[in-house]
């Protein structure tokens, strides 16, 4: 396939460009004006990735799938992927199903989190401290001096009570394998088979075990507590102990790992803010990241009542 066919294959990411064939394989490569040596970074990551969809596929659990990453070929910078079945588990999709089919999806998301934990010894227990996983010092500088431009006294006091709150939470979890990208475009749901398909491994690493427990997408469909107690049951306990879903901590951690997932939107959209629009494009920019900001606030706010019960 030569360069001028490359530069019209679909655009995938910041980095590959895709084209599909059929219903099941998509064919990767890096974007054409790449150098040399982006190329081979880009090689490496595909290699990085192809082993840890290995490893978690060499399970072998029948209740989730995870598609194959077919070949890899490093001379002519391309991999083969399965496609994944079905549509991205967003929440709109999870409410129109079933009661059956939603526990099926809970169970399949608890199974695959505890195989991808298990598949490498679990940690010992360390304290952690929340904020670290934040820009938290340009959520802190945004709160203090730039917030008060776009919203009003009684939202600048809340974020910033809620910011003296992350800033000082900590608490104890394990280093295990983890996903570490768990939302709503990296999990199918296949109405066929009712089954998972499970992708985008580029990030996985050792991390907090909590994080994928309480990833977006578990907060996205509302169903952290669920595949908690899925997990509870089902990890092995012979290796590692998780509290009771009714340990006081254990809610904390819920929460604030909720939070947690707001705040770096909300971070994520304060950088996009412009002080002096100088057009019509910028100020409604600044407008759609404001309303946005709102969202995750208002988000915020329904956890803590949530957890004031």
Known sequence: ???????????????????????????????PNMSEAECAKWLQKQHKTKDAIDAIRSVGNPVY???????????????LEERAPGQPLTNDLYRSLSRR????????IGSFLVDMNELTPVGDPILHKISEELKFDRLNKF?????????????????????????????TTRMAWSHCDLNSGNVFYDAATSRLSFIDFAGADYFFIYRDIFAPLQIEL???????????????????????????????????RMIVVCLKRFIK????????????????????????????????????KQFLK
């Open 65 to 79: 799938n995870v598609p194959e990453m077919r070949f890899i070929r490093d001379d002519e910078y391309q991999i």
């Open 143 to 171: 709160v203090n001096d730039k917030m008060p431009s776009w919203f009003n006294k009684n939202e600048v006091r809340h974020m910033t009570r809620v910011c003296d709150n992350i800033g000082n939470f900590e608490y």
């Open 1 to 31: 396939m030569g360069n001028n066919d490359i530069r019209k294959l679909k655009h995938h990411g910041r980095e590959t460009y895709a084209v599909y064939y059929g219903a099941d394989f998509v064919l990767k490569r890096p974007l």
């Open 222 to 256: 509302g169903i952290c507590r669920p595949v908690y107690q899925t997990y509870t049951q089902l990890h092995n306990k012979g290796l590692y102990a998780m509290p009771s879903i009714k340990n006081e901590n254990l809610r904390e951690i819920m929460k604030n």
């Open 269 to 304: 959209a304060s950088d996009d803010l412009r002080q002096n629009p100088k057009n019509a494009k910028s100020i409604n920019n600044n407008i759609a990241k404001v309303e946005f900001m709102r969202t995750q606030m208002a988000t915020i706010q329904n956890i803590e």
């Open 101 to 108: 089919q939603q526990y099926e999806i809970i169970n399949s």
